[in-house]
């Protein structure tokens, strides 16, 4: 019973087009973090939330939005897809409530996004 | 540019082999975390060491901290094929964002 899922696991969009990756979570952890990774990159973090209703920018937020409808689900949203966009996306969720020792982030299996 | 990278891009080690991964970071830190991402998967921490611990272990892995040096190692003794991955190490701070570097590449072979 995976804590954090993914949906879907792949997507091929076209140019112009609106993609919606969704992520939930059953942690009961306040924040949740969007992240994208792309070879010699590593993980880049695009949108990032402290709880339902909440979403903060990361370092690459450009081109994207992000919604936390509720304490367990957060998307992130390509209005018009780029190709540039083409990526992994990985979701993680995670809690900071208990001090540094609780700063581990868990990570969902990722959603590989191709953008014609 | 990176507030934390991990050298050397790639390694590759035979079985039962030892492997050190080392990580630079620039920022003040409460603590430093590795993580492990096997292909197709999700990154999974392995190890957090706070600011205040120069050791910690969890059974073959042995990580490091300096803070002078703005340094840490993550070391893997008697190595196994599954423990082929990404390795990163990921600095934050208590907003909950992390930094992770780019990662270093272990491959163990039989």
């Known amino acids: 019973e995976a804590a954090v899922t993914q949906s879907p696991r792949n997507k091929v969009a076209v140019t112009g087009g609106k993609v919606t990756l969704s992520c939930n979570q059953t942690?009961?952890?306040?924040?949740m973090y969007w992240y994208r990774q792309d070879t010699g990159h590593g993980l880049r973090l695009i949108h990032y939330?402290?709880?339902?209703?909440?979403?903060e920018k990361g370092d690459i937020p450009d081109g994207y939005k992000a919604s936390r409808p509720s304490q367990e689900n957060f998307s992130l949203i390509l209005e018009l897809a780029t190709p540039s966009q083409t990526s992994v996306y990985f979701c993680?969720?995670?809690?900071?409530?208990?001090?540094?020792?609780?700063?581990?982030?868990?990570f969902g299996p990722g959603t590989r996004l191709t953008v014609l | 540019s990176q507030l934390a990278e991990e050298n050397p891009w790639a390694l590759s080690v035979h079985e039962g082999e030892s492997v050190t991964v080392n990580c630079s970071y620039k920022?003040?830190?409460?603590?430093l975390q590795w993580y492990r991402q096997k292909s197709g998967e999700g990154p999974a921490q392995l190890i957090l060491?706070?600011?205040?611990?120069r050791e910690k272990r969890n059974g073959r892995l042995r990580a490091t901290l300096d803070t002078s040096s703005q340094s840490s190692s993550l070391s893997i003794t008697a190595t196994r094929c599954e423990d082929t991955a990404v390795y990163f190490c990921?600095?934050?701070?208590?907003?909950?964002?992390?930094?992770f570097g780019h990662g270093t590449i272990l491959r163990v072979h039989p």
């Open positions: 993680a969720s995670g809690d900071v409530t208990g001090g540094p020792s609780s700063y581990e982030q868990y």
């Open positions: 942690n009961n952890h306040n924040n």
């Open positions: 939330s402290y709880g339902a209703g909440s979403t």
């Open positions: 920022t003040s830190i409460t603590a």
């Open positions: 060491i706070r600011s205040n611990e």
């Open positions: 990921a600095t934050g701070a208590n907003t909950g964002k992390l930094t």
